[in-house]
Structures are given as structure tokens and as C-alpha cells.
């Protein structure tokens, strides 16, 4: 008797524990799972995946797969029975990139840990990724679920130095709603994106989690160094302008949260070093020394009269640039057709011109001709308004001419003037660039007059060096209008001072339209006595 209890004891143990989980009653039943995945959003297609897990996070076997069929990144599961609580979510695919305003070229994949005992909303996000590392570490060391995802999660915050009184869980919250946690999450997502191509993304949040995952402290100062690197380029209103366009034209109403102020934070207030610049400025270009190469300020100081150079930069993909250069004194510059820089028109008034870079990821080059003299160069840097970097640059040898100075140039006679003389049968052949060259002094201001005689509606741009007490005056004619048939007298006032009682020596250099060199005159300014 007591042989036979013992046999039907033991098949029943046998039995009961060859069982799958699949034949258990399940203890969690879910009409729906849904939520959002979000860098931008991810587009249509995106595969979903969603394992069970048991109380150590370990996959149980049960699979449940679906894809995004919108592109607002929304996704749901009907009828989902579980036996445990907890659940790994894994997202594959495309998104929107809401730095660039544009879809990314590559998938990226993002994952999210969740207990669902009390919800049915699950989103994955950047957040939900960084986390579920360091909450699995904390798990197989002993701590509960709950005291896992609340502790992981500050851990992550703590890299952007981010921080609120009540935060709620990552896998919560949307970038698409108000609220001060939806717009950390944002700020951490762009600040871990920036501009990186999806590989590289991959890699940053790898080498963030596993660094996180057994300390939960990013130790790697090159890995907290590339977040600052590139958060310090984002354009928030850009951002935001994207998001706000990006949802508007797939029917979702959107209100981007307010991520500005934890971007601004975070770039402030940050201990990693900023390591690299997104924009790169090299020691030289394809036509030599770079104009734009911060460390250099003097240039071909051997020089006497003109040098070539190149105005030269490397953009990262999503960045903008534009630079001002402005005479200060002396020459002024000529340039050749350009590789992806806009040139804007020369301004007379501020003797100033503007060259922006046409496309971003691409490198930019121009070779241009300056004469000597000082100038100005300001670098606006991801479509700021204000410079972002400034430097004073000098071309030619050091100024070994005393103390006379250069302080300005106006104009009179034809400059400005409109003409509508077509006489084409005009002799005006014995006339043709014809010049006279005065000088009087008023006060401590010497005004060395230049009278040319040419054609009608030219426009010009001028300059001034002064070489070993040499006067050398330049003026080109930047025109690109056809002319009338007509000539005039142009005439500038070219105003020094701080000038000595002696003789200054003085060559005034003439380049017509198509850049030929015309030495008008030369001669001595005799102040001596």
C-alpha cells in the first residue's frame, strides 16, 4: 500500500514539472498593449517584439511580434495573456530625424523593460533604452523590479543632469505632450543623437549602457566628451520646428514639450570637456594657408604685394556656417569661382562680405587673393545671429611704416550715379582711364584724391596698404551689369592720418572687369615741407 502512494506521488511530481509555462493559468491578462516609439518618431514598418519575462528578467520563451502601421511611431497587441508581470519590448526600424528634419538612412534599435501589472501604455524611447542594462544588473544582484527601474533610471538622468522631484517612468512618457519629464526625455534623446549617422548612434548608446550597467556611473569621460561635443551645435528652434512640421503633415496634433531649458542646462552646466569641433577649420586648403584656421592670425608675413590662400572648412552633416570678413585697413580680397560657398555681394559701406556654406557634410574651398592689410573675420556658426568665434587677421609683413594710419575712403563724381547714354559711336578712346592724382591737407587728416576716368555705372571695390611708408591704393571694378556707352569721372578721397612731415611714395593700381591690371600712376606725396 504504502509502495503504491509513494509511485503516485512521484508521477505527479514528474508530471507537474514537465509543464510549459504556456499550460500555467495565466496571472496577467491584457486586452491591449500599445504605445509609442520615439527618437523622432519611427516611421511605418518598424517591427515590434514583445517577450515575456520572468521575476529574474529572464526570457520565458512566450513571443508576441507586430510592426508601427502609421508613422507617428504607435503601435498595439490585442489579447495578450501573460504569466508573469514583466516584459521586454525591442523596436526595429526607421525614424525621423528630428535634428536633420529628415528620415534616417539606416535602422537603429531601441528597447524598453516594463511592468505591466499596472499599465497597458508602454513606450520605448532613448531613456527606456539607456536603462535596461543597469535594471537587469540590479535585478540578478538582488534588488526588486520596481527599486531597480526607479534606481536605473535617476542613474541615466544623472548623466544630462537632469533631475525632478517626481519623475515618472521612462516607458511613459512622449515627446509629443507637455510636461516637464516629456521634455527631458527630448533633451536626452537629441543630446545623445546630435549628429551622429545611425551606426554611430548605436555605438554612443552601447558604450553608455555598458558603462552604466554595473556602477551606474558613466566613468568613460571620452564617452560623456562626445555628448557635449555635439549637443553644443543643436539648434533648438530648428528642432522644434521640425517636430512641429514632421507631425503636422502625418494629422497628429502634436505640443512639443519645453526641452530647451534642460538642453541649455545640460551645455552649461555639464563636467564633461568638449573635446572635437563639428566644424573643422584646417591648417590648410587646397589653395593654402586657410583664412579661417583659428590658431593662425598672421599670414605670409614675406609678402609685398598679394597672396593666394584658401577659405577653407569641413562641415559634419546638419551644420551651417557663415563668414564675414571685413577690411580694416589696407587691401581688400579677390576670390575665385568657389566649392560650396555662397558669396554674397562685396558691401561698399562696410567694405564687409558674407560667404555662407552651401550643403552640410560637404567639405567648402575657395581660393582667394588678399592683398596686404588687416581684417576682420567672424565666424557664425549653426545659424546663430551673433558670431560665434572672431579673430583679427594680417596679411604681409608688419607694418614698418610709422605711424601714418589709413582711417577711411569717400566717394563723389560718378560713383552712385546713373546713366543712360547709349552713344555707342563716343570717342572716347585718348580718354579712357585717364588719371589725375591730388593731395591736401586739412587738420591732421591728409586726403590723397584719385580721379579716374571711366565707364558709366561701374561699381568698384577699393583698398589701401601701406608698404615701408609706400602708399599702395587699389580699386577694382566688381561690376557684373553691362555698361552704356558712355564714360564719366569717378573720384575717391582716400584719408590718412598720424602722418609725418616727409615724402610718401605712391602707387595707385587699377583691375578692370576681367581682372587685368592697369598701373594707373605712381609718385611722391612730399610733406616735407
Given at each position: 500500500?504504502?509502495?503504491?502512494?509513494?509511485?503516485?506521488?512521484?508521477?505527479?511530481?514528474?508530471?507537474?514539472?514537465?509543464?510549459?509555462?504556456?499550460?500555467?493559468?495565466?496571472?496577467?491578462?491584457?486586452?491591449?498593449?500599445s504605445g509609442f516609439v520615439q527618437k523622432g518618431p519611427f516611421i511605418n514598418g518598424t517591427s515590434i517584439m514583445i517577450n515575456e519575462l520572468d521575476h529574474h528578467l529572464s526570457q520565458t520563451g512566450k513571443t508576441y511580434n507586430t510592426q508601427i502601421a502609421d508613422n507617428q511611431g504607435s503601435?498595439?497587441?490585442?489579447?495578450?495573456?501573460?504569466?508573469?508581470?514583466?516584459?521586454?519590448?525591442?523596436?526595429?526600424?526607421?525614424?525621423?530625424?528630428?535634428?536633420?528634419?529628415?528620415?534616417?538612412?539606416?535602422?537603429?534599435?531601441?528597447?524598453?523593460?516594463?511592468?505591466?501589472?499596472?499599465?497597458?501604455?508602454?513606450?520605448?524611447?532613448?531613456?527606456?533604452?539607456?536603462?535596461?542594462?543597469?535594471?537587469?544588473?540590479?535585478?540578478?544582484?538582488?534588488?526588486?523590479?520596481?527599486?531597480?527601474?526607479?534606481?536605473?533610471?535617476?542613474?541615466?538622468?544623472?548623466?544630462?543632469?537632469?533631475?525632478?522631484?517626481?519623475?515618472?517612468?521612462?516607458?511613459?512618457?512622449?515627446?509629443?505632450?507637455?510636461?516637464?519629464?516629456?521634455?527631458?526625455?527630448?533633451?536626452?534623446?537629441?543630446?545623445?543623437?546630435?549628429?551622429?549617422?545611425?551606426?554611430?548612434?548605436?555605438?554612443l548608446l552601447a558604450n553608455i549602457s555598458n558603462d552604466l550597467k554595473e556602477n551606474g556611473v558613466l566613468d568613460n569621460k571620452k564617452t560623456g566628451s562626445q555628448l557635449i561635443n555635439h549637443a553644443s551645435y543643436l539648434d533648438p528652434a530648428s528642432i522644434r520646428n521640425n517636430l512641429i512640421?514632421?507631425?503636422?503633415?502625418?494629422?497628429?496634433?502634436?505640443?512639443?514639450?519645453?526641452?530647451?531649458?534642460?538642453?541649455?542646462?545640460?551645455?552649461?552646466?555639464?563636467?564633461?570637456?568638449?573635446?572635437?569641433?563639428?566644424?573643422?577649420?584646417?591648417?590648410?586648403?587646397?589653395?593654402?594657408?586657410?583664412?579661417?584656421?583659428?590658431?593662425?592670425?598672421?599670414?605670409?608675413?614675406?609678402?609685398?604685394?598679394?597672396?593666394?590662400?584658401?577659405?577653407?572648412?569641413?562641415?559634419?552633416?546638419?551644420?551651417?556656417?557663415?563668414?564675414?570678413?571685413?577690411?580694416?585697413?589696407?587691401?581688400?580680397?579677390?576670390?575665385?569661382?568657389?566649392?560650396?560657398?555662397?558669396?554674397?555681394?562685396?558691401?561698399?559701406?562696410?567694405?564687409?562680405?558674407?560667404?555662407?556654406?552651401?550643403?552640410?557634410?560637404?567639405?567648402?574651398?575657395?581660393?582667394?587673393?588678399?592683398?596686404?592689410?588687416?581684417?576682420?573675420?567672424?565666424?557664425?556658426?549653426?545659424?546663430?545671429?551673433?558670431?560665434?568665434?572672431?579673430?583679427?587677421?594680417?596679411?604681409?609683413?608688419?607694418?614698418?611704416?610709422?605711424?601714418?594710419?589709413?582711417?577711411?575712403?569717400?566717394?563723389?563724381?560718378?560713383?552712385?550715379?546713373?546713366?543712360?547714354?547709349?552713344?555707342?559711336?563716343?570717342?572716347?578712346?585718348?580718354?579712357?582711364?585717364?588719371?589725375?592724382?591730388?593731395?591736401?591737407?586739412?587738420?591732421?587728416?591728409?586726403?590723397?584724391?584719385?580721379?579716374?576716368?571711366?565707364?558709366?555705372?561701374?561699381?568698384?571695390?577699393?583698398?589701401?596698404?601701406?608698404?615701408?611708408?609706400?602708399?599702395?591704393?587699389?580699386?577694382?571694378?566688381?561690376?557684373?551689369?553691362?555698361?552704356?556707352?558712355?564714360?564719366?569721372?569717378?573720384?575717391?578721397?582716400?584719408?590718412?592720418?598720424?602722418?609725418?612731415?616727409?615724402?610718401?611714395?605712391?602707387?595707385?593700381?587699377?583691375?578692370?572687369?576681367?581682372?587685368?591690371?592697369?598701373?594707373?600712376?605712381?609718385?611722391?606725396?612730399?610733406?616735407?615741407?
Amino acid at each position: 500500500m504504502k509502495k503504491t502512494i509513494l509511485l503516485s506521488s512521484i508521477i505527479v511530481f514528474l508530471f507537474s514539472n514537465c509543464r510549459k509555462d504556456d499550460d500555467l493559468d495565466p496571472v496577467t491578462r491584457k486586452e491591449s498593449i500599445s504605445g509609442f516609439v520615439q527618437k523622432g518618431p519611427f516611421i511605418n514598418g518598424t517591427s515590434i517584439m514583445i517577450n515575456e519575462l520572468d521575476h529574474h528578467l529572464s526570457q520565458t520563451g512566450k513571443t508576441y511580434n507586430t510592426q508601427i502601421a502609421d508613422n507617428q511611431g504607435s503601435f498595439e497587441l490585442r489579447n495578450v495573456e501573460l504569466v508573469s508581470e514583466y516584459i521586454s519590448l525591442r523596436a526595429d526600424g526607421f525614424y525621423f530625424n528630428e535634428i536633420l528634419g529628415k528620415q534616417s538612412t539606416a535602422q537603429i534599435t531601441l528597447f524598453a523593460l516594463s511592468d505591466v501589472s499596472d499599465k497597458s501604455t508602454v513606450n520605448v524611447n532613448i531613456l527606456s533604452h539607456l536603462e535596461k542594462p543597469r535594471i537587469e544588473y540590479l535585478v540578478s544582484q538582488g534588488s526588486g523590479f520596481s527599486e531597480a527601474k526607479i534606481q536605473a533610471q535617476r542613474e541615466v538622468l544623472d548623466i544630462f543632469g537632469f533631475s525632478l522631484a517626481d519623475v515618472q517612468s521612462s516607458e511613459l512618457l512622449d515627446i509629443t505632450r507637455p510636461g516637464e519629464n516629456n521634455g527631458i526625455l527630448l533633451a536626452a534623446s537629441l543630446i545623445t543623437h546630435g549628429f551622429r549617422t545611425e551606426g554611430e548612434l548605436t555605438e554612443l548608446l552601447a558604450n553608455i549602457s555598458n558603462d552604466l550597467k554595473e556602477n551606474g556611473v558613466l566613468d568613460n569621460k571620452k564617452t560623456g566628451s562626445q555628448l557635449i561635443n555635439h549637443a553644443s551645435y543643436l539648434d533648438p528652434a530648428s528642432i522644434r520646428n521640425n517636430l512641429i512640421k514632421r507631425y503636422s503633415e502625418i494629422g497628429v496634433e502634436a505640443e512639443i514639450p519645453d526641452f530647451e531649458k534642460y538642453l541649455e542646462s545640460f551645455i552649461e552646466n555639464t563636467g564633461f570637456e568638449v573635446t572635437e569641433s563639428l566644424i573643422d577649420y584646417p591648417e590648410h586648403g587646397l589653395y593654402g594657408q586657410n583664412i579661417l584656421d583659428p590658431a593662425q592670425t598672421i599670414y605670409d608675413p614675406d609678402a609685398q604685394y598679394m597672396t593666394q590662400f584658401s577659405l577653407a572648412a569641413n562641415l559634419a552633416m546638419g551644420t551651417s556656417l557663415k563668414i564675414k570678413i571685413t577690411a580694416l585697413q589696407g587691401g581688400i580680397w579677390y576670390y575665385s569661382p568657389s566649392a560650396n560657398w555662397f558669396v554674397a555681394d562685396f558691401d561698399f559701406n562696410t567694405r564687409s562680405q558674407y560667404f555662407t556654406a552651401v550643403n552640410p557634410g560637404v567639405s567648402c574651398d575657395l581660393m582667394m587673393l588678399f592683398q596686404n592689410g588687416r581684417f576682420l573675420v567672424e565666424y557664425f556658426e549653426m545659424n546663430s545671429d551673433k558670431p560665434t568665434r572672431t579673430k583679427i587677421i594680417t596679411v604681409g609683413p608688419e607694418d614698418e611704416s610709422g605711424t601714418i594710419r589709413f582711417i577711411g575712403v569717400t566717394e563723389s563724381g560718378c560713383n552712385g550715379e546713373i546713366f543712360n547714354s547709349t552713344k555707342a559711336e563716343y570717342d572716347y578712346a585718348d580718354d579712357y582711364l585717364e588719371t589725375a592724382v591730388n593731395y591736401l591737407i586739412t587738420g591732421d587728416t591728409l586726403n590723397v584724391m584719385v580721379d579716374i576716368n571711366y565707364l558709366c555705372n561701374a561699381q568698384f571695390v577699393y583698398g589701401t596698404e601701406i608698404v615701408n611708408d609706400t602708399l599702395i591704393i587699389t580699386i577694382r571694378d566688381s561690376s557684373l551689369t553691362q555698361y552704356n556707352a558712355c564714360y564719366c569721372i569717378y573720384i575717391w578721397n582716400f584719408l590718412f592720418t598720424d602722418f609725418e612731415k616727409k615724402e610718401y611714395p605712391f602707387i595707385i593700381q587699377f583691375y578692370d572687369s576681367t581682372s587685368i591690371d592697369h598701373p594707373l600712376a605712381e609718385g611722391v606725396i612730399d610733406l616735407s615741407g
